[in-house]
């Protein structure tokens, strides 16, 4: 059985097009979503459900399913451990014959691929950088002039309320800040 598969990402786009030609492709039962494919797929879901072994699971393109190649290889991998074959209609990709499964293979392994380059280039980035002193992560929210107006804010009593407000801080993160700060200082007397 051909189990079809359409979504648009906004109610005010239409289906009719990808079920057409679901339809004329011989897709038999067609699920079918109305939302962008970062969010959930309650249609997508119930697809994979009812998909079985033997079945072709189909779509009208490739971006109709997911964004992210890692995505795609993921879901047509579950698919094949399940013995359900995959087809998208516009990109040619039919896992069903010999020749779409090894460009399926193929684009697998270009995505693993540029997964560990990704990687490469950040740890090279981040070596190159703490080599120019720079460390990561967030920039404080505490500047050291802000941190000096606090304690002196509040070492003439006022509320910790209203100067973690007036520098535009939550308490903790004044609180946390100021730790830091006796901290530092503790270690610099005791050096």
């Not at 679901?22 to 969010?39: P, Y």
Request: with cysteine; aromatic share 6%; proline share 2%.
């Amino acid at each position: 059985m051909l189990v079809g598969y359409a979504r648009v990402s906004t109610e005010d786009q239409k289906l009719e097009l990808q079920l057409d030609a679901l339809r004329q492709a011989g897709a038999e039962k067609i699920f079918t979503d109305k939302v962008s494919s970062v969010k959930a797929r309650p249609g997508l879901n119930d697809a994979l459900a009812y998909a079985r072994e033997g079945d072709v699971f189909v779509v009208w393109k490739l971006d109709r399913l997911g964004r992210t190649v890692k995505g795609l290889i993921e879901l047509v991998g579950l698919l094949q451990k399940r013995g359900v074959q995959f087809r998208s209609l516009t990109d040619g990709i039919d896992t069903s014959t010999p020749a779409g499964r090894f460009f399926f293979h193929v684009m697998s392994a270009l995505a693993e691929m540029e997964r560990e380059l990704v990687c490469e280039r950040t740890k090279a980035g981040l070596v190159a950088a703490r080599a120019r002193g720079r460390k990561g992560g967030r920039k404080p929210k505490m500047s050291d002039s802000k941190l000096v107006a606090a304690k002196q804010l509040l070492d003439t009593g006022s509320p910790v309320q209203e100067v973690a407000a007036n520098l535009g801080v939550s308490r903790a993160t004044l609180y946390r800040s100021l730790a830091k700060l006796k901290n530092a200082v503790e270690e610099l007397v005791h050096t």
